[in-house]
Each structure stands twice: as structure tokens, then as C-alpha cells.
């Protein structure tokens, strides 16, 4: 690992004073590490002020190759101009290894088709493949993030591994996250219960949160018995963002509200002089370090309460924890 560095600073070094002739490096691990260094020409000849007498000296070793890095890259983008006419889908790499350009195609017979119709000629040093997929963007969600109109709870996964995001039961069943449409799956309220849960089809569901500074991982999970009074406990709402505070109270029954009661099971937090809960912020995460404790209920004047996680298993739910 520590080589990784030194080769490095090599690729760079190269890049930008021998790129006339340097055709790209590599890393190799097995059978045996070494670094991979291809030249057009006097290569032996060429790396030799770069590695004499340094940490790479003995394990650098240098191939021949027919084209240049930098006429790779000039390659690559005269081809994309020529084929991004043909209005397919089309993705495109370097491999070095091979020491050609790749385009990648899922309709490879339009391609084909294109290519000749519009007598596009494409260069020796590109090589066309066959793929299922091209790449796309990566959109993620998590706990602690805007939704329609309430905060994003924890990342949960059911019994047969569906995954998806909780909030508040008293929230809107129907939710979105940007312009993405959160399918409603299922709700319990009321009694020691306030939480529903959606998939999130398009995006990649993750075991984070939003503590307001950074996206932390969701390690494990903390059951109401186990949280003790006077511990100090963290949330992300949308409205109030980041906040902490204390449990004062482990047997907090919210009043009825729109036909709905509930048990004295919820957690109630408070800190002097802070906000930890307006509208909007219902559903959203409780927490401490790495650990969810509960979900955004509502609150009173400036303190909050949720509820306990571990009522979640009541929709046949689990923390996505990994």
C-alpha cells in the first residue's frame, strides 16, 4: 500500500513531461506487485531518471506500446464528436491495459447500422462493445432529508430484503425526494406507533444520516429499554436541522390527534435554549454516534419527542445497518 504513492507521483510525473511517448501505467498485484509502465519507444531508457535509486527501481517494468496516452485521449474525443451525430446512446473509456479506446453500446445492430449509413470510419485503436447497461447517475437516499413535507427517517430493509426509507405515520402517505416519487408501502399510527415507510425505486438506499455536517453510517440500533434517562441524543430535521439534547422522559403519551392515541412509550428530549422540533421535521432520525435511537413524533414548545426504533419490526422492518 504504501508503494501505491510513490507510483503515483510516477503516472503524474510522466503525464506531464514525457507525454509524447507515455502510454499509460498500471498497477499489478498478483502474481507478484509491480508497476506496469508503457512507452511508445526508449522506454528502458526514458523511466530511468524517474525511478534510479527510489522505491520503484526494482519493481517498475516497462512495456512497448503502439500509441501514446495523450493520442489515445485525442482519439477518444474525435470518435465522440463523430458518433454522438448518430443519437444513441453511447458511452466510451481508455483501456490502457489494451492500449485502445472502447466504445460501449447496448444497441449494438443500430450502432452498426448508423455507422455505415452516415459512412462514419472509425480509427484501428477503437474497439466497439457489446454491453447490457451503460453507466448512470448515482442519486442516494438516506436518513434525514427533505421530503414533500416532512424529513426522511431511517434506511429500512423488509423480510425479503426490499429496501426503503421510514417517516412519521402522521406525515402525508403520498412523499417524494427531489422529483423522485417515494411508493407508499405501509403505515401503523397510533398506540406506541408512528411511522410508515416507502421504496425508493431509481435510487440507492444507504445506511447514512444527515447529522448536519457530515452523512454518518448507521452502525446498529438502540431499543427503548435500552436508552436511559438523561442520555444525549442527536436529530436532523429539515426545519430545525442539527440539534441535541437530553431524555427527560421515557413515558411521554402525545395527546389524540385526528382520531389517533397513543401509548406512553415515546421518548422526550430537551436542552435549554434550543429548538429541536417545528413542523416538518417529523419522521426525521434521532441518534447517537453511529446508533439509531427513534423517529421525529412532533413536539412541545421547543422540545421533541419520537419514537422508540425498535417499533419499526411492527411492519416487519429492520435498520439497513450495512
Request: hydrophobic share 35%; proline share 4%; glycine share 10%.
Amino acid at each position: 500500500m504504501q508503494l501505491q504513492e510513490p507510483a503515483g507521483e510516477l503516472n503524474a510525473e510522466l503525464l506531464a513531461k514525457e507525454s509524447a511517448t507515455f502510454a499509460g501505467a498500471w498497477i499489478q498485484h498478483s502474481p507478484d506487485f509491480r508497476i506496469i509502465v508503457q512507452f511508445t519507444e526508449n522506454g528502458d531508457k526514458t523511466i530511468q531518471p524517474y525511478i534510479e535509486n527510489g522505491p520503484l527501481a526494482d519493481i517498475a517494468e516497462v512495456r512497448a506500446a503502439s500509441v501514446s496516452l495523450i493520442e489515445l485521449e485525442a482519439i477518444q474525443d474525435t470518435t465522440w464528436l463523430a458518433v454522438r451525430e448518430l443519437d444513441i446512446p453511447v458511452a466510451s473509456g481508455i483501456n490502457v491495459f489494451k492500449n485502445r479506446v472502447e466504445l460501449y453500446v447496448v444497441e449494438r445492430q443500430r450502432f452498426d447500422d448508423a455507422l455505415q449509413r452516415l459512412k462514419i470510419n472509425l480509427s484501428d485503436k477503437v474497439e466497439v462493445i457489446t454491453v447490457n447497461e451503460l453507466g448512470s447517475d448515482v442519486a442516494e437516499i438516506f436518513a434525514g432529508l427533505a421530503l414533500t413535507t416532512c424529513t426522511s427517517g431511517f434506511s429500512v430493509k423488509n423480510s425479503s430484503g426490499t429496501k426503503g426509507v421510514t417517516t412519521a405515520a402522521h406525515c402525508s402517505n403520498t412523499q417524494s425526494y427531489g422529483s423522485t416519487n417515494l411508493p407508499f408501502q405501509s403505515a401503523a399510527q397510533g398506540g406506541q406507533y408512528d411511522v410508515q415507510w416507502h421504496t425508493a425505486p431509481g435510487l440507492t438506499v444507504r445506511n447514512l444520516m444527515n447529522d448536519g455536517t457530515y452523512y454518518r453510517l448507521v452502525y446498529g440500533t438502540k431499543p427503548r429499554n435500552s436508552q436511559m434517562i438523561n442520555e444525549y441524543v442527536c436529530k436532523f430535521g429539515m426545519t430545525t436541522l442539527a440539534g441535541c439534547g437530553y431524555i427527560t422522559n421515557k413515558n411521554y403519551m402525545p395527546p389524540c390527534k385526528d382520531g389517533y392515541c397513543y401509548t406512553s412509550t415515546f421518548i422526550y428530549v430537551h436542552r435549554d435554549g434550543v429548538d429541536l422540533s417545528e413542523p416538518g421535521d417529523s419522521g426525521g432520525p434521532w441518534f447517537s454516534g453511529n446508533t439509531a435511537y427513534g423517529i421525529m413524533k412532533g413536539q412541545n414548545g421547543t422540545d421533541a419527542f419520537y419514537m422508540a426504533i425498535d417499533y419499526i419490526s411492527f411492519l416487519g422492518l429492520s435498520v439497513l445497518t450495512n
